[in-house]
């Protein structure tokens, strides 16, 4: 019987920390969105599609997916991409790099040099080594690191709201 009790107990842990595992990249999948509003890309950008490239985060991919099938980024549609490494990435809005890539982030900063691309990762202090937004957590609450200048370094434009929204980083 006390067998039986703690199996049920671990399962119940088990599919409570999947739960919030899914959770938190939904969460972050819709930040990334939510980003797609209040950033403004170059003029010279005319496509009508907003792309978004994830390295190394298959939960992001499918949530952002999901998202792309119901939701546009002002009048452009969204197109998720999934790249296996930094030379899979072709012209993107936006990047995203997943915990299990991370150590790609200073190859990444170096490819991205000088294009109108926002960096996001998914690592704490990554905006230290190029990123433009890095996700962390504090308290229990997912919140991001962002680095103002090098969004300005890739030429594009932030809210003055994300910028406070976030813990500033230079």
């Known amino acids: 019987m006390r067998k039986t009790i703690l199996l049920l107990c671990v399962l119940c842990l088990g599919a409570m920390i999947s739960e919030t595992k899914g959770q938190t990249a939904t969460f972050k999948a819709l930040f990334l969105y939510n980003f797609t509003k209040n ?26 997916e ?16 999934s790249a296996r490494n930094t030379k899979d990435i072709g012209d993107s809005h936006i990047v995203f790099l ?13 490819e991205q040099q000088n294009k109108p691309v926002l960096i996001v990762a998914d690592k704490k202090g990554l905006c230290k080594q190029g990123a433009a937004i890095s ?29 406070s929204l976030g813990i500033e980083v230079q």
């Open 98 to 110: 997943g915990t299990s890539k991370s150590s790609l982030m200073q190859s990444l900063s170096h």
């Open 39 to 64: 950033i403004d890309w170059p003029e010279a950008d005319v496509s009508n599609e907003l792309t978004i490239t994830v390295l190394g985060d298959d939960e992001i991919y499918a949530e952002l």
């Open 135 to 163: 996700f962390l957590t504090v308290n229990g609450k997912l919140r991001y690191e962002i680095s103002p200048s090098v969004i300005a370094a890739h030429k594009l434009k932030v809210t003055q709201k994300v910028i």
């Open 66 to 81: 999901k998202i792309a099938k119901v939701k546009k980024a002002g009048n452009k549609s969204i197109k998720v991409v």
